[in-house]
């Protein structure tokens, strides 16, 4: 489980429980935990759900409840538990078009050039899906609709443009 090692008051079965209990989400659903922070008072915890081939997908409140359940037996009644769902949704990804991507770029202020330095692309292969004479691929469109949800998602941060700009994902 990433983030695992910020809670060092476990025991060894606590830690056993964890890792077993992410393990068969996992393994038939397809969902995932990572605990973002931890302090004497308060636990962060991410969790997310990835395409599986049961195609049942579990809403934001499902997760939240599934992840308090796994949860709420390994922390200390001290800790309150804070979770950060991130609900599977395919259908938005599916329909994102390049109408999107201009969309995206006028709202957030990105140039193409500034697209070429955030994603280390070939400025002419962008260019083309730019002027519509390349349809977007499956992996450019999920390329671009992610860097934008991470971009969007970001709390008071405004884009770093420079080539230097690595994304944390």
């Given at each position: 489980m990433k983030g695992i090692e910020m809670l060092p008051f476990l025991t060894k079965e606590q830690k056993e429980l964890l890792e077993t209990s992410e393990r068969n989400y996992k393994r038939f659903a397809r969902v995932y935990f990572q605990i973002l922070s931890i302090s004497e008072n308060e636990a962060i915890v991410k969790v997310w759900q990835l395409e599986n081939q049961a195609k049942r997908y579990l809403s934001e409140k499902e997760l939240i409840d599934r992840t308090k359940a796994v949860f709420e037996r390994i922390l200390p009644e001290s800790v309150q538990l804070h979770?950060?769902?991130?609900?599977?949704?395919?259908?938005?990804?599916?329909?994102?078009?390049?109408?999107?991507?201009?969309?995206?770029?006028?709202?957030?202020?990105?140039?193409?050039?500034?697209?070429?330095?955030?994603?280390?692309?070939?400025?002419?292969?962008?260019?083309?899906?730019?002027?519509?004479?390349?349809?977007?691929?499956?992996?450019?469109?999920?390329?671009?609709?992610?860097?934008?949800?991470?971009i969007e998602n970001e709390p008071g941060r405004e884009p770093d443009i420079s080539p230097e700009v690595v994304l944390k994902v």
């Open positions: 979770v950060r769902p991130v609900a599977f949704d395919r259908v938005e990804l599916n329909n994102f078009s390049i109408t999107d991507v201009e969309v995206k770029m006028n709202r957030l202020g990105l140039k193409p050039k500034d697209l070429v330095h955030l994603l280390n692309i070939n400025k002419s292969q962008l260019s083309l899906i730019l002027n519509k004479e390349r349809g977007l691929t499956k992996s450019s469109k999920a390329m671009l609709y992610y860097m934008f949800k991470y």
